[in-house]
Structures are given as C-alpha cells and as structure tokens.
C-alpha cells in the first residue's frame, strides 16, 4: 500500500486532540520533577525563571511545533522528518527527524521503568506493604534500593527483584496495546478518561494536603523566595536555575522534540491550533504548578521538615511513601497519589511512541503491527539495558541527560529557526492565524524570530561554559571517557540514532519516488492560495 492510498488520520474531536497534546505534556515531571527543582532552587525564586522560559521558550515553542505539525499534516505527512522536508527542502532536513524520533523513544526507554514503579508503588500502598510506620525511614529507602537494583548493576535481573520487572512490563504492554489500536481508539480513547481522572484523584489528594495541621508553613517552604540562605538578587543570579528552569519547561510541556509536531499533524487543516496550543500549555501548568507544586513538597516539608528537600526519586520514592503512613487517611491518599502518578505517565509515554510509528508508517511502508513490533524491539533493548545498569541509576541518569536535556536544546534551536527563518515568520503567523479562535500577539512572532533562538543559545553557551570549569568527575563529556557505562549508554543511543538515520534515508528515497512518479502527497497548493 502507498502512503497516499492509506487513509489519512485524524483525531475524531478538537477536544480529543487538546486532551491527548495535554496528556502528553502532564506526566512525572509536573508531580515529582517540578516540585523537587523547585524545592531545590527556594521555590518562590525558581517560579521567575521558570514563568520567563514558559513566555520566551514554552508558549512560543507550543504554537511553533502545532502550526508546522498542521502544516506538514496538510501535505500528507506525519512524521516529523517529512514535515521538516516539506517546510525546508535540503538533504539535510529530515534528518533532524532522527532526532526527533530518537529524543522521544530514547526517554520512553527510561521513563516508562519509572512508570512501572509508580504502578508498584500504587499497588504496595493498596495493599499496606509499603507501611513501615513513622518512624522506619532507613526502612523506606531500603525498600526503594532494593526494589530498583540501585546498589549493583544486574540485580533487577534476580528473582529476589523481580517484581519491578513485572510492573514495568504491565507498562509496557499497556503502552504497545495502546498505540497499535491507533490515534483514536488508542490515544485519545485513553486520554478521554485517564486525564479527568488523574485530576480527580489530583484534587483529592490535594484537597487532604490543604486541611493538613500547619499547612502554611508547608506551603511558605515550597513558595516563599527565602532569604535565609543567601539574598534574593544572588539566587537569580544562579546560571543553572535558569538552565534548569529553561529545562524544566520544555520537558513538562513536552515542546522541543517533535511530538506535538507529530500529533498536530493529524488536525484539519482549518482547525483551530492557536488556542488549542494555548489550552494545552495552560493546562499544563495547572498540573504542574497548581496541583504538583501544592502536594508533595508541602505535605512532605510538615512531617519531615528541611530533610524532605531531596532529589527527585528520593522525594517521590522514599520521602512521601513515610509521609503517606504518617498522615490521616494516609493509605487512600497514597494509593491515589501513586495511580495519578501513573496515569499521567502513561499518557506521556503513549505520545513518545507515535512519531516513530508515523515515521515507520509512511515512509518505510510498513503496516501498523510491523511497525509496531519494530518499536517494540528496540524499546524493549533499551529498557532492559537501563534496568541492567541500575547501580545507582546511572544508565537511567545518562539516558535522561543526553536525550532527555541535551539533544531537546539542539533539536529546539533546530525547530524555532526552521520556523522563523526558513517557512518565515510572515507565512508562520498566517498559518497560525488560520482558523485561529484566538489572536496570538504579533509580539511573539519577533519573540519566536530573535528571542526565543537567542535565549536557547545562551543558555545552551552557558551550559558548555559550566561543563568546561566544572571538575573532571562531575564533567559529562569527560564521564563519558572515564566510566564504561555511561559510554555503554551514549553508545546504545548512538547506535539507536544510526538506526533511526537508516530509516529516515530510506524514507526520503521513497518519497522522492512518489514525487517523480508525480504521485504528489495530499496537494494543497501554496500558502497564498490557502
Ligand atoms: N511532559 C512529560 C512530563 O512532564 O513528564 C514528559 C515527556 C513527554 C517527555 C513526552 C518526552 C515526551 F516525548
């Protein structure tokens, strides 16, 4: 079957596409990430950065990646080395579509473990295995190293380990059956129900937070840009608080990588996108900072004070599974809290998937279950090499770093220049424009042409300076050279990269051929015409 007799996709509702975009977006980084940078960098003082990289790089991102992604859809293309062709035809274009497969499915191999753990931690505070009393704290990191292999590589391979294995593989299953039952009766069937019912179960749990004793001095901890530590001006003057903030932003809203490019490509070409953009990101930070910021830090900071401030597995893991047993109605609370946690990854590790789908499906010609057993392969690998290298999560750290930060900057300047300069700001804000239920402000079109790539670009020069000064040990490009397993990890993703190269050639071949055969995709003519 060619690519232009296979029917094209679409979402079935306008409400289904901005619940899927959302879902995507909503995942671990609003409820345990979020809360543990912003606890890190004083909460208050963090919420600057954070809102300024939301304005300058998230919101101009969002309405970047759903206009190309509706464009490119328009011309019959999905994946987002083809939109990048059609948008700027030179060789090297859709390569950066490798990129954008590999970002996502190389997150997707670390994210959905995590995934299964929140399954498991789910299920352990159901049933009270997970309920050492008050006062068991070593018990529940105990309990958290032993279930995730953390003290030696290998040990999720043992049967005394095993169930981690198993909840992860639930996941897996749950992602696949998922994603092969397609657009509609996959993504956005699930979403349709998993996103109200994460925020119902949000709301709950934030509603026992709010009525705890003393919950202002919780929420002052989480809120108020102390000063205890050092003034305020030399917090803001922290580099890696905006790096982490810039960061933050594009992980949570999950923009930079091609996935809403992937699934606005599936929306009509005269559907609203400006204000759906706008619907998804805000709800985002309705999740993220509405409900996420208000739960764990809060509640953590009233039952175990400053110690609560901890590293983001640590806080999500082995803090609040103490604060749970320690709380009234704890057990529910808990149970609830894991499930959302769930949920909300399993709607984010679905839209990881697609791009690479699309790309399988429309430019290697393959059908839904090939395709799909293809991922399934190579996924698999790559999950079962990061559960392997569990000693003190390091191939899950190197995954999340080079993936999951680095390549999301170089893939981000990639996209925002491709916008302003190649399809051209003029042709952008038409296309945005187009069906629009709302006006976007001409501003940001000078803020996506200069801004927004200079930001990145500063704070990606700043990053490089802080690797150069920063000592050997704690270098990432010198681990890469010194420890055998984060170059084991930079090398599978390479090596997945290479792969991804491989596919995306032979599509351009094929493409190419339907072209000459003047078998054009779907023909919409140029812009002015629109
Ligand atoms: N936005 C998701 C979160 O906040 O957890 C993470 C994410 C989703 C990352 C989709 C990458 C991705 F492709």
């Not at 293309?77 to 083809?82: L, P, T, V």
């Not at 690479?356 to 429309?362: C, N, Q, V, Y």
Request: contains cysteine; aromatic residues 16%; neutral net charge.
């Amino acid at each position: 079957m060619t690519q232009n007799s296979r029917p094209r996709e679409t979402w079935s509702s306008r409400f289904g596409v901005i619940l899927a975009v959302t879902g995507s977006a909503v995942g671990l980084g609003n409820f345990l990430r979020f809360p543990g940078l912003a606890a890190k960098y004083e909460g208050g003082a963090f919420m600057i950065p954070y809102f300024i990289a939301f304005f300058l790089l998230g919101l101009p991102m969002a309405w970047v990646e759903w206009s190309i992604g509706r464009y490119g859809g328009a011309r019959g293309f999905n994946s987002a080395a083809g939109i990048y062709r059609s948008i700027w035809k030179n060789r090297l274009s859709p390569y950066f579509g490798a990129l954008a497969m590999l970002v996502p499915v190389g997150i997707y191999m670390y994210y959905v473990v995590i995934e299964g753990w929140c399954l498991a931690y789910a299920w352990y505070m159901a049933s009270g295995q997970l309920n050492f009393g008050a006062t068991g704290s070593e018990q529940y990191g105990n309990f958290f190293s032993q279930f995730t292999g953390l003290a030696s590589d290998g040990a999720n391979y043992s049967l005394s380990s095993a169930p981690a294995v198993i909840f992860i593989a639930i996941c897996f299953v749950l992602n696949f059956v998922l994603i092969y039952r397609g657009l509609t009766k996959g993504i956005e069937w699930f979403c349709k129900w998993a996103m109200p019912a994460l925020v119902i179960c949000a709301l709950i749990v934030l509603g026992r937070v709010l009525t705890l004793d003393h919950i202002t001095s919780g929420l002052g901890f989480m809120w108020n840009p102390r000063t205890e530590s050092m003034s305020f001006w030399k917090a803001m003057a922290d580099g890696n608080m905006w790096l982490d903030a810039a960061g933050q932003i594009f992980f949570s809203l999950s923009v930079g990588f091609g996935i809403i490019i992937n699934y606005a490509s599936y929306v009509g070409r005269n559907d609203d996108i400006a204000l759906s953009a706008l619907t998804s990101a805000a709800g985002n930070e309705f999740c993220e900072v509405g409900l996420g910021g208000m739960i764990s830090i809060p509640a953590s900071f009233i039952f175990m004070g400053t110690a609560a401030v901890a590293g983001t597995f640590s806080l999500g893991f082995v803090v609040l599974p103490q604060v749970f047993a320690t709380m009234p109605l704890g057990q529910i609370v808990g149970t609830l809290f894991f499930f959302l946690l769930f949920l909300a990854a399993l709607t984010s590790s679905l839209s990881m998937l697609q791009p690479a789908i699309a790309l399988m499906e429309e430019g290697l010609n393959l059908n839904r279950k090939t395709s799909v057993a293809v991922l399934g392969f190579i996924t698999v690998l790559g999950a079962a090499f990061v559960l392997y290298f569990s000693k003190d999560l390091l191939a899950l750290d190197t995954f999340d770093f080079w993936v999951g930060t680095f390549c999301i900057y170089v893939l981000s300047v990639f996209q925002i220049v491709l916008f302003g300069w190649f399809l051209g700001i003029k042709r952008g804000y038409e296309e945005i424009q187009r069906g629009a239920e709302i006006r976007v402000p001409p501003i940001w079109m000078f803020i996506i042409k200069y801004i927004s790539p200079l930001y990145l670009l500063g704070v990606f020069a700043f990053w490089i300076y802080q690797q150069v000064i920063t000592p050997r040990g704690a270098n990432r490009f010198a681990q890469i050279i010194d420890n055998s397993v984060v170059m084991a990890s930079v090398g599978f993703l390479i090596l997945v990269g290479i792969l991804f190269c491989a596919f995306v050639a032979q599509s351009v071949r094929h493409w190419k051929k339907q072209e000459s055969s003047g078998q054009q995709h779907l023909d919409v003519g140029d812009f002015g015409g629109l």
